[in-house]
């Protein structure tokens, strides 16, 4: 064979062999495909069909490290090194909860009341989210009053680049505004004000991806925190009225968007369920199907050992509840591991004798509320404390 034949056999052979690893990656993405939708199935239940009815585009995918909150700071995310300054404790009666996974794709979720702008469920990594197209507004269908104790929490995304991307609103019965709460004002600050008080914090962390937005009141004290760092703490908020209903407002050309809201009555001191003989918290937060304790859970840990360091001979057991979301024996082994995981914190972290704790996991047979609803599931995924 002739040298210019060679060469032109040697391109073909090249060729065909890149045609051959492009059609293998082709399989392998199409077998990663099927394995995420099957995963995604569970998580999200009748999602699937949803999605089957809506030809409506998801949401941009994320880059990995975007879809995360931010990294937790301190000794390597631990729960012991986060600041005493943040203390947020979640509610425990879960008046409203909602993860968009009962509408349908594309469509206004029917669980809100639209007060201005264009708003439509999306999809990104495998959640749904509350995502607006223009600028306008949105409340919670919840009871016509808030509480006088409460917790609202929610994750946002997309809220950089954009100006006031986020702004929380309170208002009176007559619709006076009370206070508000707008993040990032100036590009990194969370702008507070409520009558003549007015505050600017900045944000120390990077504004781009994910961040777990709440808000806590007690009374006539709000504080409003950014992930793990508290950004207002005001002891009054009622110069203009009594807060009796709040608006979210999403604006920005990024599409801002909104996830896993929780709004939740309460809750009591650890210490005082702690004197009754039993405390049930949703102040121990773990990652979806993980046993890992995140240091959200600091609050709550610090006052269970703080209890246990006041009064040296109470024993606890701990014991860990699911939803029924999943396989019921996946729920009971995933409950009763983190339950063990809760000890050892208390234990490795905060200095407790792990002799003193026992622990077991319950899965989803102690239900405390219906599945049938999301703020019955957010009521059934707890830890629960009892003296022994």
Known sequence: ??????????????????????????????????????????????????????????????????????????????????SSKFDFVPGDRVLFADDF???????????????????????????????????????????PSLPEFWTLEFDGYNLEDGGNALDVIAQAAD????????????GRNLHFASGTIASDTPFEGEIAGRHHIMFMARGTGLKVYVDRDRMASVPDVTETGTPAQLEIKLQSVKKPMIANVRFAEGCKPAKDALDTGKLVTYGIRFETGSDVVLPESAPVLRQVSGYMGQHPDVRLKIVGHTDNVGAAASNLDLSKRRATAVAKVLADQFGIDASRFTTDGMGDTQAIASNAKPEGRAMNRRVEFAKQ
């Open 1 to 82: 064979m002739t040298r210019p034949l060679r060469i032109v056999a040697l391109i073909a052979l090249v060729a065909l062999a890149a045609c051959a690893s492009a059609g293998h990656a082709g399989l392998l993405d199409s077998v990663k495909k099927k394995v995420t939708e099957s995963a995604t199935h569970k998580a999200t239940g009748s999602a699937d069909k949803a999605i089957a009815k809506s030809p409506a585009p998801a949401a941009e995918p994320a880059k990995a490290d975007d879809a995360k909150a931010a990294e937790p700071t301190g000794e390597g995310g631990k729960a012991s090194s986060v």
């Open 101 to 143: 996974t009962q509408d349908e794709l594309g469509e206004f979720p029917a669980r809100w009341k639209l007060l201005g702008g264009t708003f439509e469920v999306a999809e990104m990594g495998g959640e749904r989210w509350l995502r607006s197209l223009s600028a306008g507004s949105v409340r919670m269908k919840v009871p």
């Open 175 to 186: 619709g006076t505004e009370v206070w508000e709460a707008v993040f990032p004002m100036s």
